[in-house]
């Protein structure tokens, strides 16, 4: 069965500071597709930023980037540019190509210090 | 397009009552899931279905049962409530493959 942990619970940014939230997951698949969500206070999941096993280079959605490791199975996603709005709950997410299904991990809290 | 509707938003039970969560989605995904939502813990994947006649377990199934008889309606039956279900329970949908999710507002249940 695959598994992901983010092993930072709490994480605090300066605004317009740099800020790395880490997710690592197990699997013996190698075709999957790996996710991070954001959730604000209100409950709304929404979705940051999406990378495909099989690709090598990394995705990046304008502040939102990411170091995927297959190797290592590690997914790190980095914020550049701290902004107030970014304060929310983080969730990294495996999807497998095979059954579709897709978990996640427990979560970190990001609080931004204006 | 209303995306994935969940009913109802609130709901409290008493023990060893059953209730059955709605959710809908008019986008034609195929794959649909239910998590539910708990401090420290994230969201855990309760069953999903990747079409409709096709459902399978996630990771915390125990007192819960799903069908899935239309692509668009995935409803989660609680058979007898437990306190242990107290928890917030999110409907997703999808395509299938490496497609994003979309997720339901959430229903807050709690169970006395």
């Known amino acids: 069965a695959q598994t992901v942990t983010q092993s930072q619970p709490e994480m605090s940014v300066q605004e317009a500071e740099t800020v790395t939230l880490s997710c690592t997951y197990d699997?013996?698949?190698?075709?999957?597709?790996l996710f991070w969500y954001k959730q604000p206070p209100s409950r709304q999941m929404i979705l940051v930023i999406r990378?495909?096993?099989?690709?090598?280079q990394n995705a990046t959605e304008n502040r939102f980037s990411v170091n995927f490791q297959k190797a290592a199975k590690s997914f790190s996603l980095k914020i550049s540019d701290s902004q107030l709005g970014d304060a929310a709950m983080y969730f990294c997410?495996?999807?497998?190509?095979?059954?579709?299904?897709?978990?996640f991990g427990p979560g970190t809290s990001l609080s931004v210090i204006p | 397009n209303a995306g994935v509707t969940q009913t109802p938003k609130f709901q409290v039970l008493k023990t060893g009552q059953s209730m059955t969560l709605q959710c809908a989605q008019d986008?034609?995904?195929?794959?649909m899931s239910w998590y539910r939502q708990d401090p420290g813990m994230g969201l855990r994947l309760i069953h999903y279905?990747?079409?409709?006649?096709?459902?399978d377990q996630g990771e915390v199934p125990n007192g819960y049962n799903v069908s899935r008889s239309t692509t668009e309606d995935f409803p989660l039956r609680l058979l007898s409530a437990a306190p242990s279900q107290t928890s917030v329970y999110f409907c997703?949908?999808?395509?299938?493959?490496?497609?994003?999710?979309?997720f339901g507002p959430g229903t807050r249940l709690t169970v006395l």
């Open positions: 279905s990747v079409g409709a006649g096709i459902t």
């Open positions: 699997t013996s698949e190698s075709d999957y597709y």
């Open positions: 997410a495996y999807r497998s190509a095979f059954s579709g299904k897709v978990i």
């Open positions: 997703a949908s999808s395509y299938l493959r490496g497609n994003e999710q979309f």
């Open positions: 986008m034609n995904h195929e794959y």
């Open positions: 990378q495909e096993a099989y690709k090598q």
